[in-house]
């Protein structure tokens, strides 16, 4: 069993060892030059204001290699940046083992793989359903197309995609850069002996996409359509998109679901004997769907008729509950994180968001494990999301969080508490800049209350975030570094994740004299966050572990 020493704090009591230490995520804020789209910068924030000029504040890597992706163009995300945070160590993350084994040919020689092909070259339909785009946080479109390339190979005659539009890891409305260019592949490798076809589609935050259980009606509405070809009928993808535009002005995520048809007919309804693989790599807004799939037992809703299909997903979404039950690579497998050494020491843990991120401070933090380490000692809240549009209600529930978080504090019961507060990522996908300064100001309020309590109780917060995304909400010009510009003059709304580093503060008015915080050469990433929030604990670190922001005196 693995275990923490304890540092020799030099004080004459033990209170340094002994008092609360919290770790506040600000998820998608981080750190950008000044400019119009800067809604971290423009947002009044005292709060934040006086931790960045008054405290020890290092700036973190939050994006590429860091975070375990392939190379330092991927932007980080809320999946791997929370992995970093709870693993205290880089592990190569899913876009990267997708694409290696795709290149090595490993998922091609896969048991899963194989069945999949088997099972469609008896004469039945091979179908592909996920995130098209290649914003690489959640799927990437040339994964896709590897997959579809290797089917004819192998000779699978009949190829259906269900394509799920993107607008938030992406241009927000972007989904036409990638039907057209991908029409065109589909065209150059139909022939007589190979029929592969778009079937189905619509935006990821309107059908199929929910994670933790926060909205069943997105993923029924999402089996309607792939499933049953109930829907709105198209000739095309290219149409639906095109009129829905016209008559709705969406943006690409919030695209009502669509049916290809011929003839009045869907050309790609779910069968019996088909096989499904749903090529999403990243597991929160994956599981949900697999379950519909999977789950012969499913009751989340009626889904009038249950074919029956091979299904495997990328990966193995959930390795405790074993969702889906095949797959074609296998995860990382990451170890040794904060959660389990604490654990294992019996540090009592208390974890906390609203349903949009309460998997993030729990499965993703313990290294995509659901379950916790050590039912005694660890306490996982979740406090229910509103089901609206996150603009129309940029504050979410941060001052319910807060409440509860304080509530706990004031308990004494837990010594490690983690929260994070959605806003300014959720928000900062919409597009909204007004609705995003407004969520950013809401959370500057609640880190007020929460820092009067960290002074009372004697302790001590790190506060950071998992990604960049508040820090830039209007594209940017490559050319210029200025707001790009829409063709009537108004600025570009950026609805993706940002390429910048994110804040890390250690906010400590008690016994921050018994160490130092390291000189910041920009060689920390959020690796490093474990190692230096059991240093303030009072315990050493593991040596597998990045290491520690700062050095006990």
Known sequence: MNTLKKLNFKTECDCASNRPVFCIVMDGIGLAADSDGNAVKNAVTPTLDKLMTQYPMLKLKAHGVAVGLPSDDDMGNSEVGH??????????????????????????????WKEIVNVANTGKTLHFLGLFSDGNVHSHIDHLKAMIEQAKNEGVKTVRIHI????????????????????????SINDASFDAKIASGGGRMNITMDRYEANWSMVERGWKTHVLGEGRQFANAEEAVTAYRNELGCIDQDLPAFVIAENGEPVGKITDGDSVVFFNFRGDRSIEISKAFDDKDFDKFDRGYLPNVTYAGMLEYDGDLHIPSRYLVSPPEITGTLGEFLANTGVTQYALSETQKYGHVTYFWNGNKSGKFDEKTE??????????????????????????????????????????????????????????????????????????????????????????????????????????????????????????????????????????????????????????????????????????????K
């Open 164 to 187: 799920l539009l993107d607008g938030r890891d992406v241009g927000e409305t972007s989904a036409l850069e990638y039907i057209r260019p991908f029409e065109e592949f589909l065209s």
């Open 379 to 552: 306490k996982y809240e979740e406090i229910l999301s509103d089901v609206v549009p996150f603009e129309q209600r940029p504050w979410m529930k941060c001052a319910e969080i807060t409440d509860r978080l304080i509530e706990t504090a004031n308990s004494g019961e837990y010594r490690f508490m983690r929260v994070n507060f959605p806003n300014g990522d959720m928000v900062g996908h919409t597009g909204n800049y007004l609705a995003t300064i407004c969520s950013v100001e809401a959370l500057d309020l609640c880190l007020k209350r929460i820092l009067d309590v960290v002074d009372k109780l004697g302790g001590v917060a790190l506060i950071t975030a998992d990604h960049g995304n508040a820090d830039e909400m209007y594209e940017i010009n490559k050319k210029t570094k200025a707001p790009a510009q829409n063709e009537d003059g108004t600025f570009k709304s950026k609805t993706s994740h940002t390429l910048n580093p994110v804040p890390c503060i250690i906010y400590d008015n008690k016994f921050a004299d018994l160490y130092t915080v390291k000189e910041d050469k920009g060689q920390f990433g959020l690796s490093n966050v474990a190692a230096t929030l059991v240093n303030l604990m009072g315990f050493e670190a593991p040596e597998i572990w990045d290491e520690s922001m700062i050095t006990v």
């Open 83 to 112: 992995n970093a945070l709870g693993a205290g160590q880089v592990f190569a993350q899913g876009a990267k083992l997708v694409t290696k084994s795709i290149e090595t040919g490993a998922m091609f020689a896969s048991d899963s």
